[in-house]
């Protein structure tokens, strides 16, 4: 089945700079990937997604890029803010596994002002 | 957009006993509705696919006896834990296709 891997686990940064969160996956079925924001004792909440048939996507400070014949996707946030502090999953999705989402690790980010 | 509903938002319950966890789409149908159980600082971990109609499927390692799951119509799937212990203590979350994955907003277990 499909595999996510998601790295780092905890990355803090200066207030203004990017942050950058990288995830792999194993399953070639994939074709659909969304990264989540969550906040403590919070649902997780859809921040961008991309597909497969795209290699880039932006969304005002948050872009999100693939690789699918390196099978990686990348999560990058501009000008950080400290609100953008949270746990942030990647996940795959792949097409033939009965609708699965299948979660990275997660990321655990703090802006510092 | 597609909402989910789940309830309670929290609950504290003593060891043996059992706690019910509902989850309904508020405005579509969803065949298919997922749980998921997210221990403190860790990811998402999926439990169970429950089909509208037919059987939960399970994830390896997750007891069906234990987590008994009930998709009796398109709106509603309900998770049973089952003579709950401490180490069930967590996160369960459920989430559902409206076009887009939604989820619930969490029910925080608390066995005692």
Sequence with gaps: ?113 | GAVVSQHPSWVICKSGTSVKIECRSLDFQATTMFWYRQFPKQSLMLMATSNEGSKATYEQGVEKDKFLINHASLTLSTLTVTSAHPEDSSFYICSADGGGYTFGSGTRLTVV
């Design chain 1, 1 to 113: 089945g499909e595999n996510v891997e998601q790295h780092p686990s905890t990355l803090s940064v200066q207030e203004g700079d990017s942050a950058v969160i990288k995830c792999t996956y194993s399953d070639s079925a994939s074709n659909y990937f969304p990264w989540y924001k969550q906040e403590l004792g919070k649902r997780p909440q859809l921040i961008i997604d991309i597909r497969s048939n795209v290699g880039e996507k932006k969304d005002q400070r948050i872009a999100v890029t693939l690789n699918k014949t390196a099978k990686h996707f990348s999560l990058h946030i501009t000008e950080t803010q400290p609100e953008d502090s949270a746990v942030y999953f990647c996940a795959a999705f792949p097409y033939n596994q009965g609708g699965k989402l299948i979660f990275g690790q997660g990321t655990e980010l703090s802006v510092k002002p």
